[in-house]
């Protein structure tokens, strides 16, 4: 059993930053892989990036490559996306997410723990 708890979000204007951080439990952290999903009001839930175990392979949709950046420090237990030039429509609800395999998944139904998600707010 994994407990996600996201922290971080807020309202920040265009162009503006952010960074999201997820803290989890449990001691075998490593063998999850782990990404972060948005949903918007009346829009299905996106994986925004996801990472492997170990942090050697990184997916990102194709909306936030250049602008958003997924690590995990695996001694540490977190995982965070730096949300950087941030756009109105980047606005959603994000949440964090873990799936016990070492590589990651982007589908939403690849995920077995989820976080209670945290606002992001951007205002144009």
């Known amino acids: 059993q994994v407990q996600l708890v996201e922290s971080g979000g807020g309202l920040v204007q265009a162009g503006g930053s952010l960074r999201l951080s997820c803290a989890a439990s449990?001691?075998?952290?490593?063998?999850?892989?782990m990404a972060w999903f948005r949903q918007a009001p009346g829009t299905e839930r996106e994986c925004v990036a996801a990472i492997s175990g170990s942090g050697g392979s990184i997916y990102y949709v194709h909306s936030v490559e250049g602008r958003f950046t997924v690590s995990r420090d695996n001694a540490k237990n977190t995982v965070s996306l730096q949300m950087n030039s941030l756009q109105p429509e980047d606005t959603a609800v994000y949440y964090c997410?873990?799936?016990?395999?070492?590589?990651?998944?982007?589908?939403?139904?690849?995920?077995?723990?989820w976080g209670q998600g945290t606002q992001v707010t951007v205002s144009s």
């Open positions: 449990g001691r075998t952290f490593s063998r999850y892989a």
């Open positions: 997410a873990a799936r016990y395999d070492i590589s990651y998944g982007v589908p939403v139904y690849d995920y077995d723990y």
